[in-house]
């Protein structure tokens, strides 16, 4: 059974970090590429950030560039997203994804996590 699992959401004060995890379970994780997105209450869905499979290119947002990070470690099945100087409108669910980089992109996958949710607030 495909799954991808989230974890380590919360709450932070503005300007914190949290490091978001995403473990694959029932396919290997290093044959796709993996993305992150989010979605806020009364908000469109959001992409965040996607990796690639093999030759390492990355995407991210305006909203997040220059503050959050994607990196993955193939040999435990996971992709992390490094979030620092986190900002209230950060605050959302955080949901991962996998399948080609297109396609994570577009958020077209069938393949996503139930999402682990983010609160940044004072």
């Known amino acids: 059974q495909v799954q991808l699992v989230e974890s380590g959401g919360g709450l932070v004060q503005p300007g914190g970090s949290l490091r978001l995890s995403c473990v694959a379970s029932?396919?290997?994780?290093?044959?796709?590429?993996i993305g992150w997105f989010r979605q806020a209450p009364g908000k469109e869905r959001e992409g965040v950030s996607c990796?690639?499979?093999?030759?390492?290119?990355?995407y991210y947002a305006d909203s997040v560039k220059g503050r959050f990070t994607i990196s993955r470690d193939n040999a435990k099945n996971t992709v992390y997203l490094q979030m620092n100087s986190l900002k209230t409108e950060d605050t959302a669910a955080y949901y991962c994804l996998a399948d080609t980089f297109a396609r994570v992109l577009a958020g077209t996958t069938s393949y996503w996590g139930q999402g682990t949710q983010v609160t940044v607030s004072s």
């Open positions: 990796i690639s499979s093999s030759d390492g290119r990355t």
């Open positions: 029932g396919f290997t994780l290093d044959r796709y590429a």
